[in-house]
């Protein structure tokens, strides 16, 4: 199974021959992203969680683009970012629901002993190298603060 570098770049020339240009711009952004990334490092060449983790930085700059749009009424510039967004998402591991995530982050608290918001440090440090590339944060917060929060109630 090749890697997401390669596939990006064969899907640039696909894009390239079928003259598909928000795929084409999409993957190019990707690449120099990727790229920027490798001359941070003195040249050298990114591992593919480093690229998994450059293309959900991608994703969430792009939501965070959408909700300015809108709020601009900017619809047909918010559609762009979605198109991108979607483009982006297929060289990403499938994401974890809701909750697949409170399973994760329940066995997480009870591992570290948490009993309130006090411990969401322990609890999100552990539980974010755990699902690295799998859920998005801004999730995984939410989800563990509820749980956090639940189980101060509890006590």
Do not use: C, H, W
């Amino acid at each position: 199974m090749p890697g997401v570098r390669e596939q990006l770049r064969s899907d640039l020339r696909d894009a390239m021959r079928a003259k598909d240009a928000p795929r084409r711009n999409t993957i190019r952004m990707v690449e120099a992203a990727i790229k920027n990334a490798e001359i941070e490092k003195r040249g050298t060449e990114l591992a593919e969680s480093d690229i998994l983790a450059i293309l959900q930085r991608q994703v969430k700059q792009r939501r965070e683009s959408i909700e300015q749009f809108e709020r601009g009424g900017r619809e047909d510039l918010a559609d762009n970012e979605r198109v991108e967004i979607a483009i982006i998402e297929q060289y990403l591991p499938r994401q974890l629901t809701r909750s697949d995530v409170e399973v994760r982050a329940r066995a997480v608290i009870e591992q570290v002993g948490a009993s309130g918001p006090g411990d969401r440090g322990k609890v999100m440090g552990l539980l974010m190298r755990e699902l690295r590339g799998e859920a998005d944060g801004s999730l995984v917060n939410a989800v563990v603060g509820a749980l956090l929060d639940e189980a101060a109630q509890a006590n």
